[in-house]
């Protein structure tokens, strides 16, 4: 992992040294989203270039072994899962294979075209000891598999994962109007982490006992949502003056939704004759809120000073350091040199 508010101070560091003025957090998130999936493709392009320099004896062991070092900023985005149904998991860059039966079988792709011609003889006929497949669209769009013969086993999956998205999140100063990095991680269905509170609400306006309460809606039977899509946000309510003052998000939890209530009922000890009835808005949510919630570079660590660079280079900035723009050339030619193949 490379920390997302390492990278963008030492990005807006580099750019107040040579005097090109300022990277937004949008601009930011958004070439630094491009630069993670760069280094993803140029690393499979220097992968095969070291293993064929490999074949041919040039390559030294030990620290020396470059393939096995890039090999290891390949395998960071490493995933293995299990097929739901037929369809494969829609974050694949790049897939590895396909088996059965802990490992032990593996499936050979095939070009769908070819299927007939396997099919026609005894000797290519797939089994369940060399079983096939090839690859289709559904209706919606989604990539799936079809098997020969059909196999009641669960398939697993290995996989290179395409680069979860990184993003740096932050607050505003309210005074002197300056991004403060928010470190909370981002989860898209989750609360927003926040002493702000949970404003939308149906407050106990008095009766209540002065104090604090914490709970995890979904979870327990005083704090409640109206469905079962929520689970594992923490909040804490407090009551001052007999009434609800505030709601704090303490951990964002996941599978949250707009509309949704959380209830705080008198048994929780929070007091008073009603419910508190908390409504969960679009902004509460991370998904909802433009500027909240942080995601790291999913990226090898040693990958840190090149990613600064290509971040750099993609927002169109010329370095005048010999030093970095030659760091910067070498990625943006690994780039044009993937999109020529």
Known sequence: MINVNTVYKSVLSILNKEQRGYLTPD???????????????IAFAEYNRFLS??????????YADLPERIKEKIEVFYKTSTLTGSKLPSDIFKLIDLNIINKTISLEEIDKNELAYILSSPLTKPSKDFPIYYKTTTALGETSIVVEPTITDTI?????????????G?????????????????????????????????????????GTYTGTPGETTNYTTNSANGTGA??????????????????????????ETIMVS????????????????ANDLYS?????????????????????????????????????VSLTSQALQSQATLKSQ
């Open 27 to 41: 601009e930011f998130n958004k070439n630094a989203s491009i630069a993670q999936l760069n280094l993803l493709e």
């Open 53 to 62: 320099m490999d074949t041919l004896g040039r390559i030294n062991a030990g």
């Open 156 to 168: 697993s999956i290995d996989y290179i994962k395409i680069p979860t998205t990184p993003r740096f």
């Open 170 to 210: 932050y607050t505003t100063n309210a005074t002197y109007g300056t991004n403060i990095y928010d470190s909370n991680n981002y989860i898209a269905d989750g609360l927003v982490v926040t002493s702000n509170g949970l404003t939308t609400r149906t407050t106990i306006a008095s009766g209540a006992t002065n």
């Open 234 to 259: 923490s909040i804490t309510v407090t009551v001052a003056g007999n009434a609800v003052t505030n709601v704090e998000v303490v951990s964002a939890g996941s599978g949250y939704v707009a509309g």
């Open 266 to 281: 008198p048994g929780s000890g929070i007091g008073g004759n009603t419910n508190l009835i908390i409504t969960i808005g």
């Open 288 to 324: 909802g809120n433009t500027t909240r919630g942080s995601r790291n570079f999913e990226l090898h660590p040693s990958e840190e000073n090149i990613l600064i660079m290509s971040i750099l280079g993609l927002a169109g900035v010329q370095i005048k350091d010999p030093g970095l």
